[in-house]
């Protein structure tokens, strides 16, 4: 297995495939000086059984990702379906055999001194070995953040804007100060946004809630996952509504989604239990479901899935599906 960061991982640069150290960008890059990006994170799994790399809801990732880079007028000159096409084709030349972690990112390329956009635009992806990105089996400990999260006519947080993460690190960066795991971010309003890399979940009297899309919340495509198989899976009902600060304290369950964190059980809130205090039944449940489904256990939700090394087991076993056979 490759580590993070190997100099001789191959990446997407320039329209080429490359070694990652030799894809370099200039000093007086536009998105470095300003913050003018937009990335993408995907998820692959590795399935030692199948001997099989699942890339997850990769096409749904990359709609996202052109629609948001047109909130700053960025151009990928690719469709959807090509940028998975180049990302199969990356992680093949990879050869992994472990979990991945996939980042597009496209920018504003100009080497010059000033704010104003231009037409230049770039684009890579890159894809690195990864683990879990927070430790959640035991549940986590959260701390709600004393900065506030951005504000849509400010930097609009449905984007994974490269400068916007200034306020993600700020978070972090304090949380893991203050000996917790993971922020949770409150809005302008007051209300509970989301984590500083992730969306939240919380349920309350056997129905899960999590903030709508306007409460400036990135619009997670895990929370769109977990949202569809607590409600067909679970019977549960999902409701989308401001949450206050407070019910997070009295909550019965917590947890946050996301592409790098799955989806995390929170068992402490600012040093108070949440619930009993231990991972709950709805939250095992879903992230139950969440880890079959992303690894092709579940044959309904095999579509979110685009197998890289098309092997034997996944063809034989599609093949299988197809015909009604179970497995
Ligand atoms: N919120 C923020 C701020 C994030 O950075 C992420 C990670 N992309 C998420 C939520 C979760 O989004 P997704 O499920 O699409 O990865």
């Not at 191959?10 to 150290?21: A, K, R």
């Not at 084709?89 to 990879?94: K, M, P, Q, T």
């Not at 056997?206 to 409460?215: A, S």
């Not at 549960?236 to 019910?247: H, P, Y």
């Amino acid at each position: 297995m490759k580590a993070d960061g190997d100099p001789n991982l191959v990446v997407y640069f320039n329209g080429q495939y490359m070694p990652l150290g030799e894809a370099r960008v200039g000093i007086l890059t536009h998105a470095l000086h300003y913050g003018t990006g937009v990335f993408e994170g995907i998820r692959a799994h590795w399935d030692e059984g199948r001997e099989e790399l699942f890339a997850l809801r990769p096409l749904e990732h990359y709609e996202r990702w052109k629609r948001n880079c047109g909130i700053l007028r960025i151009f990928v000159p690719h469709s959807a379906e090509e940028l998975c096409a180049i990302t199969v084709e990356l992680l093949r030349r990879n050869a992994f055999r472990t979990n991945v972690y996939v980042r597009p990112l496209a920018y504003k390329c100009a080497e010059r001194v000033g704010v104003a956009c231009d037409d230049q635009d770039a684009f890579a992806v890159i894809a690195l070995p990864f683990g879990d990105y927070l430790h959640a089996e035991k549940g986590l400990h959260a701390g709600v953040s004393s900065w506030r999260r951005v504000e849509d006519n400010a930097i609009p947080a449905r984007a994974k804007i490269c400068g916007a993460y200034v306020n993600s690190a700020l978070a972090s960066d304090e949380a893991r100060q203050c000996g917790f795991d993971e922020a949770i971010f409150l809005n302008e309003s007051g209300h509970v946004a989301e984590g500083a890399t992730c969306n939240i979940f919380m349920a309350r009297k056997g129905k899960l809630i999590t903030p709508p899309v306007t409460e400036n919340v990135l619009e997670g495509i895990t929370r769109d996952a977990v949202m569809e198989l607590a409600r067909r899976e679970l019977g549960l009902e999902v409701v989308e509504r401001a949450i206050d600060r407070s019910e997070l304290y009295v909550c019965d369950e917590l947890f946050f989604t996301g592409t790098a964190v799955g989806v995390a059980p929170v068992v402490l809130v600012d040093h108070r239990p949440v619930g009993d205090g231990a991972i709950g039944a709805i939250t095992r449940g879903v992230r139950q479901l969440y880890f079959d489904a992303t690894r092709g256990h579940l044959r309904n939700y095999r579509n979110w899935l685009a197998p890289v090394y098309q092997s034997r087991e996944t063809r034989e076993q599609d093949r299988n599906s197809l015909a009604g056979v179970s497995g």
